[in-house]
C-alpha cells in the first residue's frame, strides 16, 4: 500500500484511487484532493473528466519536470449544487519550489461533483536546507526533495 499523493492520511487505494477509477467524489474538497493526485500522477484523463464540460480547456499539457509535493486545504465548503475549495499547493520545476494558492469553485451535477474554475496565485517558496521538506516525508528540505 502506497501512501495517498493527496496527504489525506490514507493509502491511494482507500482515498483518490476510486475516484480516478470512477467513483463521484463526496465532496468538492474529495475532488479537489483527487485532482492533485492526479496532478501529481499526471492523470491527465481525469483530470479533464473532473472538469466540468463547460470550462474544460481543448487540451490539457502537463510539465514533466513540475512535480507536485504537497496539498494544503486551508477552507472548503458546499451549499446545494455549488461548492468551494481554498487550498494551496507546493511544487517544484527547474526554477525551484512555489506555491500556487486558488480559491476554487465546483458544481455537482447529477450526482457528480465537478470544477468550474478558480482564482490562483503563483509564489516562490524559500526553504532553508533544514527546514522541513514541504512534501510531509518529515525529512529535512535538503535530504528530500531540496
Not at 479537489?32 to 484523463?45: E, G, I, L, P, V
Not at 509564489?123 to 516525508?137: I, T, V
Amino acid at each position: 500500500m502506497s501512501a495517498c499523493p493527496c496527504q489525506s492520511g490514507l493509502d491511494y487505494a482507500h482515498c483518490c484511487q476510486p475516484l480516478h477509477q470512477g467513483k463521484p467524489a463526496a465532496s468538492p474538497e474529495a475532488l479537489m484532493r483527487s485532482r492533485f493526485s492526479a496532478f501529481a500522477m499526471k492523470n491527465t484523463d481525469y483530470i479533464a473528466r473532473s472538469w466540468h464540460l463547460s470550462q474544460r480547456p481543448v487540451g490539457l499539457d502537463l510539465d514533466d519536470d513540475q512535480q507536485w509535493l504537497a496539498l494544503e486545504i486551508i477552507a472548503s465548503g458546499e451549499k446545494g449544487d455549488t461548492g468551494w475549495v481554498h487550498f494551496c499547493a507546493t511544487s517544484k520545476d527547474r526554477q525551484g519550489l512555489s506555491v500556487l494558492e486558488e480559491r476554487s469553485r465546483f458544481v455537482r451535477e447529477n450526482g457528480h461533483w465537478y470544477y468550474l474554475d478558480g482564482t490562483p496565485s503563483v509564489s516562490a517558496l524559500k526553504r532553508g536546507r533544514n527546514d522541513p521538506c514541504p512534501c510531509g516525508s518529515g525529512k529535512k528540505f535538503k535530504k528530500c526533495c531540496g
